[in-house]
């Protein structure tokens, strides 16, 4: 239980484990923004449970462990992870209040699009640039494509030995 008075730190995180072989990309989420998933057409959020940040355990007891998820991820897949940074919102350049949520997505969307196919290093330019004005918070911005071609691979028969381990490996 936590005691009265203490500021229990608290922190977002999302943990990934991703195989090339079988595309299968498997994440937890402890409060952290979903990733967005990139095509030329559109920018959508991945769908994928939320879960509460790291810390939040010792201030509310009881709440359900973090859920492993997996999904299949297509050749050429575009994955964008981002700290909430980037889509806050900012004061409007014009200084008549702040960007709404969707305008900020819609900026961002148009922006990203724009260079979907291109290197991962131009859209986290773009995404980055995206929406005007000041930033006021720490931004950190994550782009990964998956590979476009299926990734080789063979079998090797040994023997059951224990001698055989080495050249196993």
Not at 6 to 34: E, F, Q
């Amino acid at each position: 239980r936590a005691s009265p008075g203490i500021d229990w730190p608290t922190v977002s995180c999302i943990y990934l484990i991703y195989d090339p072989w079988y595309r299968k990309l498997t994440t937890a989420n402890a409060g952290h923004m979903s990733p967005l998933v990139l095509t030329e057409q559109d920018i959508q959020p991945m769908e994928i449970e939320q879960g509460v940040l790291l810390g939040v355990r010792g201030i509310i007891p009881g709440l359900p462990p973090y859920r492993e998820e997996s999904r299949y991820l297509p050749a050429g897949s575009t994955l964008m992870f981002y700290t909430d940074g980037l889509v806050d919102r900012r004061q409007r350049e014009d200084g008549k209040g702040k960007y709404e949520d969707a305008e900020v997505y819609g900026m961002l969307s148009t922006a990203v699009q724009a260079v979907a196919r291109d290197g991962v290093e131009l859209i986290v330019n773009a995404a980055e640039n995206a929406v005007p004005g000041k930033i006021d918070d720490d931004m950190a911005i994550l782009v990964i494509r998956t590979a476009s071609e299926e990734l080789p691979v063979w079998e090797v028969p040994f023997t059951a030995e224990p001698i055989m381990v080495s050249e196993a490996r």
